[in-house]
């Protein structure tokens, strides 16, 4: 499963920003999947994962209430809007597929996935 996630930029404290985690040639609606944020200097950290029913979906305290995760299977694409970005908020992101459909309380562990994506930087600046 090759994917890649998009979306990233600059935008101000405050604003808004859609991340997309899409796939090419596969289909994502049997995968559950992560995204992984990682700043400068610091260990990657899971910040959500949403299964293939949307049923199971985990957010960190660092985003929970201003990001959320939504899928399209027949797009085969993974959302991540973000809203309220903070500086701290300043990363790069990447989409992680799990071997299976369900999201688990260890969903932050990265060991759980299979497949990653390449990142998208995401910068919170005024």
């Known amino acids: 499963v090759q994917l890649q996630a998009s979306g990233g930029g600059l935008v101000q404290p405050g604003g808004s920003l859609r991340l997309s985690c899409a796939t090419s040639?596969?289909?994502?609606?049997?995968?559950?999947i992560g995204w992984f944020r990682q700043a400068p200097g610091k260990e990657r950290e899971g910040i959500s994962c949403?299964?293939?029913?949307?049923?199971?979906?985990y957010y960190a305290d660092s985003v929970r209430g201003r990001f959320t995760a939504s899928r399209d299977n027949a797009k085969k694409t993974v959302y991540l809007q973000m809203n309220r970005l903070k500086p701290e908020d300043t990363a790069v992101y990447y989409c992680?597929?799990?071997?299976?459909?369900?999201?688990?309380?260890?969903?932050?562990?990265?060991?759980?996935?299979?497949?990653w994506g390449q990142g998208t930087l995401v910068t919170v600046s005024s």
């Open positions: 949403l299964s293939v029913s949307g049923g199971s979906t």
């Open positions: 992680a597929a799990d071997g299976g459909s369900l999201c688990y309380s260890d969903y932050a562990s990265v060991e759980r996935y299979d497949y």
């Open positions: 040639g596969n289909t994502l609606d049997v995968y559950a």
